[in-house]
C-alpha cells in the first residue's frame, strides 16, 4: 500500500468515527490532509464525513493546481490559509459541532480566546483559539482572517458555524478538534454554576511544561 492510498484511507476512517460519534452531520464539515508529494488530498463538496470514497477524494498538487478527483469542498480558502502560514500543518479539520457552535453563540465570549480554561488538555493541544465573526459559508474573506493571524493560531472558531483546526496530521488535527469541542460541552454545562476555571498562574505552568505557544 502507498502512503498516499494510507492517508487516503486515514481521511476517510477519521471522517467516518467524527459523523458517527455526532461530531458533524449530514454534508457538513470538510478535512484535508498534505500528500507526501507535496499536494493535497481534500474532501469533496456536498460529501459526508460518514461516507467519503477514499477515491474521489479532490487531489491537489503542489501548485495548487486540482489535477483528481471530484469538485472540492467550498471552504477551500480556509484550508489554504494554514497550509500557507503554519509550516507545520499536515492536516486539517473543520466540523459543525453542537456544542462549540452553542457556544459562540452566547454573550460574552473572548474573542482572542474562545475556550474558557477548564482543563489543561484544550490548552495544550489547542493553545488559544481565536473567534471569528459570522462569514457566509465559502466565503474567501474566511481564509483571509485566519492569514491575518500570521500562523499564531492553530485553531478559530467561526461564530455560528464551526471549529477549524489545523495539525501536524489528520490524527492530530482530530484529536485536537475534539477537546474543543468537548471543552464547549463543558464550558455549556456549567454555565451560571459558579464553575472554577484554572487560575492564571495554572494556565501558565500548563504553558510552560508543555511548551505552548501562547500569545
Given at each position: 500500500?502507498?502512503?498516499?492510498t494510507r492517508l487516503?484511507?486515514?481521511?476517510?476512517?477519521?471522517?467516518?468515527?467524527l459523523f458517527d460519534?455526532?461530531?458533524?452531520?449530514?454534508?457538513?464539515?470538510?478535512?484535508?490532509?498534505?500528500?507526501?508529494?507535496?499536494g493535497l488530498l481534500?474532501?469533496?463538496?456536498?460529501?459526508?464525513?460518514?461516507?467519503?470514497?477514499?477515491?474521489?477524494?479532490?487531489?491537489?498538487?503542489?501548485?495548487?493546481?486540482?489535477?483528481?478527483?471530484?469538485?472540492?469542498?467550498?471552504?477551500?480558502?480556509?484550508?489554504?490559509?494554514?497550509?500557507?502560514?503554519?509550516?507545520?500543518?499536515?492536516?486539517?479539520?473543520?466540523?459543525?459541532?453542537?456544542?462549540?457552535?452553542?457556544?459562540?453563540?452566547?454573550?460574552?465570549?473572548?474573542?482572542?480566546?474562545?475556550?474558557?480554561?477548564?482543563?489543561?488538555?484544550?490548552?495544550?493541544?489547542?493553545?488559544?483559539?481565536?473567534?471569528?465573526?459570522?462569514?457566509?459559508?465559502?466565503?474567501?474573506?474566511?481564509?483571509?482572517?485566519?492569514?491575518?493571524?500570521?500562523?499564531?493560531?492553530?485553531?478559530?472558531?467561526?461564530?455560528?458555524?464551526?471549529?477549524?483546526?489545523?495539525?501536524?496530521?489528520?490524527?492530530?488535527?482530530?484529536?485536537?478538534?475534539?477537546?474543543?469541542?468537548?471543552?464547549?460541552?463543558?464550558?455549556?454545562?456549567?454555565?451560571?454554576?459558579?464553575?472554577?476555571?484554572?487560575?492564571?498562574?495554572?494556565?501558565?505552568?500548563?504553558?510552560?511544561?508543555?511548551?505552548?505557544?501562547?500569545?
Open positions: 500500500m502507498s502512503d498516499e487516503r484511507e486515514d481521511l476517510c476512517l477519521l471522517a467516518k468515527s460519534r455526532g461530531l458533524t452531520h449530514g454534508s457538513t464539515g470538510n478535512i484535508s490532509a498534505r500528500t507526501p508529494d507535496g481534500v474532501s469533496p463538496t456536498g460529501s459526508s464525513f460518514g461516507r467519503l470514497d477514499p477515491a474521489r477524494l479532490s487531489k491537489f498538487d503542489d501548485q495548487g493546481n486540482h489535477i483528481a478527483g471530484d469538485r472540492p469542498t467550498k471552504e477551500m480558502p480556509l484550508h489554504t490559509a494554514f497550509y500557507d502560514t503554519r509550516g507545520t500543518t499536515g492536516a486539517v479539520v473543520h466540523l459543525h459541532s453542537t456544542h462549540s457552535v452553542a457556544l459562540s453563540l452566547l454573550d460574552g465570549a473572548d474573542e482572542d480566546n474562545f475556550l474558557p480554561p477548564l482543563t489543561p488538555y484544550a490548552i495544550m493541544q489547542l493553545g488559544k483559539v481565536k473567534l471569528l465573526p459570522v462569514f457566509l459559508p465559502g466565503d474567501p474573506a474566511m481564509g483571509d482572517a485566519v492569514r491575518g493571524l500570521a500562523g499564531k493560531r492553530s485553531a478559530v472558531m467561526l461564530a455560528h458555524h464551526g471549529p477549524v483546526v489545523a495539525g501536524k496530521d489528520p490524527q492530530a488535527a482530530c484529536n485536537a478538534i475534539e477537546e474543543l469541542e468537548e471543552t464547549a460541552k463543558l464550558a455549556l454545562l456549567t454555565r451560571g454554576m459558579n464553575a472554577r476555571p484554572l487560575t492564571d498562574d495554572q494556565v501558565q505552568a500548563v504553558v510552560t511544561k508543555f511548551d505552548v505557544k501562547w500569545d
